[in-house]
């Protein structure tokens, strides 16, 4: 399918890499999950499996329809772990986990994972010069191929509960250098969904998503117990989508931000969780954040900002994830909002913010192309642009090489250069907007003693890692407060 629309005259060009097609891949473990030598494998664990990425910055969406994962023991006996259907956005899992499904697998030394998976939706943005032209959005087609990769370990399914991490590796799933210019006609492309496949121990109060902890689940609720307690929240793109749904309950100890408790919560109310993946495949939250409290004729989305006007109140981001009848539920647009009566706020997940170093803000006069933000609208459906009611700056992820290490305070800090693609420097010289940025190509990260530092690499002068935080505009510096550190991909 190839299509364009116009955008208005003031903004510039964006290019949109936008897949549908089809594909499987038959994807092994790298990593053993115990011997059965060792254990006796009788009856069934409680298999939680986990979505989640490994990705630089090239691309800003990678959703895949899920349609079946299955094991295979060496006997060739195989068990169904998921089938119904799930799309699943991957690049705002890169370096996060997300509950897909739990299901009851019988304990056995498993040889290889089949996972299947169609209407792939590989997405890139970039701008290029439109010569006072105006824009197009261009959506293009591809092909794809299968993928198959030796086990270099079995995975022993043992014990009460277990996670089992589907981890797409994004640069071996692609196979283009630069996101393509404006062009008539298909853009060759192929992709073959790569996958590594590992076990993950569920700890009992988890820390991080080694573990069992899930940070920053977006989703609408769906269900309510009368007192709050429990409820359930529709991932992604909705229930229409066949997103995950995911079952939350709550203990007294979680978190309240937007309302004041679990009492609070109703249907069709935007949340943004943090939680726990308990044995039965159920989570515990520990922090449920409510950055729009009025459930009526509720639309949402979140993804990268890609332009902000200068002369008028109008913002585009990519609707990355949305929900709500605003959306048609596969995301990947750009979508205009007129911000000039949005409340301005930033995402609870991170409790430090106010000990940084320097002015953390997040407002309507110094946002800036490429920090990723969550919108909610009550806009009439189609009724464009947009009436943003909430604009809050969301965490993201960074892959950047670390140029210089120092400390500020009790944080250290590590000058991140960013490649040439990535949104930050990329989006900075579009027309028609301030600039803002002095340095578009450097963030300055500050990590305290709570950030999680999951690398195996040596943090060192040099070094590609991922940094997972929140980014601000810090008086035209790029500044990071993060709470997770990754060993990188290369750029």
């Not at 630069?178 to 853009?187: E, F, H």
């Not at 700890?203 to 689940?217: D, F, H, R, V, Y």
Request: charged content about 5%.
């Amino acid at each position: 399918m190839n299509s364009a629309s116009s955008c208005p005259s003031h903004q510039p060009i964006f290019i949109l890499l936008w897949v549908s097609c089809l594909a499987s891949a038959a994807i092994f473990t790298t990593g053993c999950g115990g011997s059965s030598s060792q254990t006796t494998l009788t009856g069934n664990t409680s298999v939680t499996v986990l979505a989640s990425s490994t990705a630089n910055d090239q691309l800003s969406e990678f959703t895949l329809n899920i349609t079946g994962i299955t094991l295979t023991n060496k006997e060739g006996k195989t068990v169904t772990l998921l089938t119904t259907p799930q799309y699943i956005e991957f690049m705002h899992l890169n370096g996060g986990i997300e509950p897909i499904t739990t299901v009851s697998v019988p304990q056995d030394v498993y040889t290889s994972a089949t996972v299947s998976a169609n209407s792939g939706i590989p997405l890139c943005a970039t701008y290029v010069p439109s010569n006072g032209q105006g824009g197009t959005y261009s959506v293009v087609t591809a092909t794809a191929t299968d993928v198959t990769t030796n086990l270099s370990a079995p995975i022993t399914v043992t014990g009460t509960s277990m996670g089992l991490e589907l981890n797409l590796q994004v640069s071996q799933s692609t196979n283009y250098s630069t996101c393509p210019g404006i062009v008539k006609g298909p853009v060759p492309f192929s992709y073959t969904p790569t996958f590594d496949v590992t076990p993950v121990t569920l700890a009992a109060q988890p820390t991080n998503i080694t573990n069992g902890m899930a940070t920053g689940l977006r989703g609408l609720i769906g269900t309510v117990a009368d007192d709050g307690a429990s409820f359930s929240v529709a991932g992604d793109f909705g229930a229409s989508m066949n997103a995950p749904i995911w079952q939350v309950i709550t203990n007294g100890s979680a978190v309240f931000q937007g309302v004041t408790g679990a009492s609070q919560l109703v249907a069709g109310m935007p949340v943004d969780m943090d939680v726990a993946i308990q044995a039965d495949g159920t989570l515990l939250a520990t922090r449920v954040e409510v950055d729009d409290p009025t459930p009526s004729d509720l639309s949402f989305s979140s993804g990268p900002l890609v332009y902000v006007s200068a002369s008028t109140p109008t913002m585009s981001p990519l609707a990355i994830e949305d929900q709500g009848p605003d959306f048609l539920g596969l995301a990947g647009g750009g979508v205009p909002y007129n911000f000039g009566n949005a409340t301005f706020q930033i995402s609870g997940q991170m409790a430090n913010v106010s000990t940084l170093p320097f002015t953390a803000s997040f407002n309507a006069a110094n946002m800036v192309p490429g920090q990723n933000i969550y919108v909610s609208t009550h806009s009439a459906v189609n009724a464009l642009p947009y009436q943003a009611t909430t604009v809050t700056l969301l965490p993201q992820t960074i892959n950047g090489t670390v140029s210089a290490i120092s400390s500020s305070g009790s944080f250290t800090t590590y000058t991140v250069a960013l490649a040439a693609y990535d949104l930050f420097p990329n989006l900075v010289g579009e027309p028609g907007q301030a600039t803002l940025l002095t340095n578009p190509n450097i963030v300055v990260v500050y990590a305290d003693s709570n950030t999680q530092k999951l690398n195996s690499n040596s943090l060192a002068v040099g070094g590609v890692f991922r940094f997972y935080g929140l980014v601000f505009n810090d008086s035209g510096t790029l500044s990071m407060d993060c709470v997770q550190i990754n060993d990188g991909v290369a750029e």
